[in-house]
């Protein structure tokens, strides 16, 4: 049984551009503040990787901030305007909530879109300036944000506006003055790249407040030696990105023969967002009454990797807080799981992900799986209810 990878939204596979940079930057010496020789050959990556990072979002190359993780972007953006009162919705990535605990949140409707009336409303309310932050495309669910419109409106109030975009690239065009955004978050290990490099991009004019300091790295914004194989091989990755937004067809196909197959032979199946924009890749659904864990094992007996809505919290599953949020009930959002496929997932994908479902749910449901498994969910053993 060859496994097979259906996680990309947790993190794609290294692109081999990004691995040869890499490679090429970690056999260098030095570090990029030293003005030798070798210093300025590590800054010199450092700044063409921050050139096709800010040519991704077609952003002015001095706006690129290299953090570590999208996380600590996420921070950056959030915590670097002390003044203002945030807003955000309920469905952003935990990066994004818990650098917020006292925002105002607002709600999304049942298919995970954001609603834009409550955005005026949090807007019209606010006693200081706001910040706003919107992400581009849910991370468990894959639904696209009308972050356009909420810009236009943040900017009518006086508001800046935060995207958190780490789902965006390869999937959907990025452009940072048609999204209309102040600052937008990106994350190299969902592109291609590799773990540990990150950026938050800043339109003209908007400044964060440091919050490591200690170094003038990043003109000041973010203070530490920088990771240069990371970020050459960040830039590597988003060099390439374009290529991957070809794919997305193909994607969109297969996602939807997944749904497809599994609604027509389990009506009981509920996929998540079915009617809203969402990216090409990812599908998330529900199989009632089976917790996603049980699901994940089975899936990974069954050699596909997938995750679960949420993150794993002491060995159990939380139920998604998106799910929750878009009216789902906790049973429900404790059996969803997320298939999310990259560039080069194969037609195989179908037939694989369809059997492993069907045989877990048609166990459970007491019958047996009539269907020819392959050499996949066939095999694994499990018991229901467990
Ligand atoms: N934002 C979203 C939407 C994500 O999906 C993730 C990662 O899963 C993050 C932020 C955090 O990025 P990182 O893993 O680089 O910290």
Redesign the pocket.
Known sequence: MIPLYLDH??GAPLKAEARVAMLDALDRIGNASSVHRFGRAARRLVEDARDTVAALVAADPAGVIFTA????A?NLALRGFPGRSVITSAIE?P?VLAATPDACRMPVDHSGVVDLAALRDALSAADRPALVSL?LAN?ETGVIQPVAEAATLAHSFGALIHC?A??GPGRIALDIAALGVDLL?L?A??LGGPQGA?ALVLADDIDPAALIRGGGQERGRRAGTENVAAIAGFGAAAATSSQDLSTAARQTALRDAIAREICAAAPAARIIAEDAPRLPNTLCVVMPGVPAETQLIAFDLAGLAVSAGSACSSGKLAASHVLRAMGYDESEARSAIRISLGPQTGDDAVERVVAAWLSLWLKRAGGTDKRDAGNSAAEFSYTANQ
């Open positions: 939204n947790a993780s999208g996380t600590e996420n990535h990066s992400m991370n958190d780490v789902q978050t994350s290990h969902k990150a």
